[in-house]
Antibody, heavy 119, light 113 residues
Framework: QVQLQESRPGLLKPAQTLSLICTVS??????????WSWIRQPAGKGLEWIGR???????DYNPSLKSRVTISMDTSKNQFSLNLNSVTDADTATYYC???????????WGQGTLVTVSS | DIVMTQSPDSLAVSLGERATINCKSS????????????LAWFQQKPGQPPKLLIS???TRESGVPDRFSGSGSGTDFTLTISSLQAEDVAVYYC?????????FGQGTKLEIK
């Protein structure tokens, strides 16, 4: 059973960089066939796809965040990461990491981590 | 971008009754080469991540009760719960995976009447 767990960065100030790590267990992120994604959800609101990374190094980002986002992978630790720079209050949300099949289905999700941006 | 619009935003149904949630995409998400609709349905309960219920518009995931069914094709889709149970109270989201960026509907909150 694949499990994903997000790190907990907690509170950030505006203009800082959000850094999150997703640790995957029960399967290798280097196994091919899957993308590794980040999705966020402001409190009481809907889901926003942030981006994805394949083991080849290929990345795709939501155009609404593309200028501020980087997703990377550390296969030796079975982890992938999200960096979001120049955060504002609007980036306050629960951030989820998820596995995506080659078809585009989000089949496994982490429990989510709340990130708050406040001065 | 392909925009996904759900209706209604909220819904109250009596236990044992049918619940129907609609989802409309701004573009056709039926891929002609394989005749598959790239539409998924998720269930999200408070404090939990979304759970994948249905893929390819109508394929139930393993372990999902058969009271959940998906239908539709092209641009119009429906999630039906045939006999509402108390544990089905949740927010339901549709999502297109036809093209990047992947977009979710705004969600439909399902409650007990």
């Amino acid at each position: 059973q694949v499990q994903l767990q997000e790190s907990r960065p907690g509170l950030l100030k505006p203009a800082q960089t959000l850094s999150l790590i997703c640790t995957v267990s029960g399967g290798s992120i280097n196994s091919g066939s899957y993308f590794w994604s980040w999705i966020r959800q402001p409190a009481g609101k809907g889901l926003e796809w942030i981006g994805r990374m394949y083991t080849s190094g290929r990345t795709d980002y939501n155009p609404s965040l593309k200028s501020r986002v980087t997703i990377s992978m550390d296969t030796s630790k079975n982890q992938f990461s999200l960096n979001l720079n120049s955060v504002t209050d609007a980036d306050t949300a629960t951030y989820y990491c998820a596995r995506m099949t080659g078809s585009g289905l989000f089949d496994y999700w982490g429990q989510g981590t709340l990130v708050t941006v406040s001065s | 971008d392909i925009v996904m619009t759900q209706s209604p935003d909220s819904l109250a149904v009596s236990l044992g009754e049918r619940a129907t949630i609609n989802c409309k995409s701004s573009q056709n998400i039926l891929y002609s080469s394989n005749n598959k609709d790239y539409l998924a349905w998720f269930q999200q309960k408070p404090g939990q991540p979304p759970k994948l219920l249905i893929s390819w518009a109508s394929t139930r995931e393993s372990g999902v009760p058969d009271r959940f069914s998906g239908s539709g094709s092209g641009t119009d889709f429906t999630l039906t719960i045939s006999s509402l149970q108390a544990e089905d109270v949740a927010v339901y989201y549709c999502q297109q995976y036809y093209s990047v960026p992947y977009i979710f509907g705004q969600g439909t909150k399902l409650e007990i009447k």
